[in-house]
Nanobody, 116 residues
Framework: QVQLVESGGGLVQAGGSLRLSCAAS????????LGWYRQAPGKQREFVAA??????TNYADSVKGRFTISRDNAKMVYLQMNSLKPEDTATYYC???????????WGQGTQGTVSS
């Protein structure tokens, strides 16, 4: 049984920052990837950032230079979001992929709202 729980969403003015957290619990394989996706009202869910258990990172072009993904050995993944824009407003979801497993695990999401 695997569970992902996001937190840290909120309301911030344009140019401000938010730090999202995702706590993974249950049977987590050593080799895994944790990532963040987001979905705005009326739009498709899109990739934001990902980090492997080895520390390799990948970012969507729209957030490069503004967002930073990180993780620790306690099965926690973070998304530091700086220089936020109104178009960053979305529900942010944590995703886990483990080893050779074909199925992914998702959190319930946390809302980030950026006002202009």
């Amino acid at each position: 049984q695997v569970q992902l729980v996001e937190s840290g969403g909120g309301l911030v003015q344009a140019g401000g920052s938010l730090r999202l957290s995702c706590a993974a619990s249950g049977s987590i394989f050593r080799f895994n990837t944790l990532g963040w996706y987001r979905q705005a009202p009326g739009k498709q869910r899109e990739f934001v950032a990902a980090i492997t258990s080895g520390g390799s990172t990948n970012y969507a072009d729209s957030v490069k230079g503004r967002f930073t993904i990180s993780r620790d050995n306690a099965k926690m993944v973070y998304l530091q979001m700086n220089s936020l824009k109104p178009e960053d407003t979305a529900t942010y979801y944590c995703k886990l992929t483990m080893g050779l497993m074909t199925n992914d695990y998702w959190g319930q999401g946390t809302q980030g709202t950026v006002s202009s």
